[in-house]
């Protein structure tokens, strides 16, 4: 959202497992100044605030998860809330790693599966401008490889290493160290 933009918009709902737009590819965005957008834009940024300020978590979400089904995701990486528009991966790393990945659209679950370790993108700011994010750490590539399969309709759900890989936030809550100990990499 543009920085010069003070207007309040309002979070919309985060649609939740078996909604049909979480499994649409995303249309890219074409106009970056039209007025549709900037008002999507700026509702995507409210939702993934409204969220951490009730949940206490939440780095990023994606526009089909509020039912728009544009290619662009929200990011709030501890500075600056960011927007990144049609993003295109264009490196992975050869290692990767495993761990309990959880979602928005599915708050009560938590999914053991692989990410790699590090990732480059290229995409576009608020402005239409191209830029690009190399050889990313591992928080913020993980994070943003979830946030890309959503807008490729892909949800964490599909990527589970086997069928013992679902599980319930209750369940991993109440044992934490032994599920923990399941993965490489934790988030909690």
Known sequence: MNQKDKRNFQAKPIKLLGDPILRKVSNPVNDFFNAQFIENAGALHATLVEFRQRYGFGRGIS?????????????????????????VVTRISQNKFTMWDDCMSFPGLLVRLERYESISIRFQNENGEYQEWNNLDLATSELLQHEIDHLDGILAVDRAIDQNSIIMREYFDENREVVNRQVDYTIY
């Open 63 to 87: 526009a089909p998860q509020v039912g728009v089904n544009q290619r662009f995701i929200a990011l709030n990486l501890g500075t600056n809330p960011q927007l990144i528009i049609n993003p």
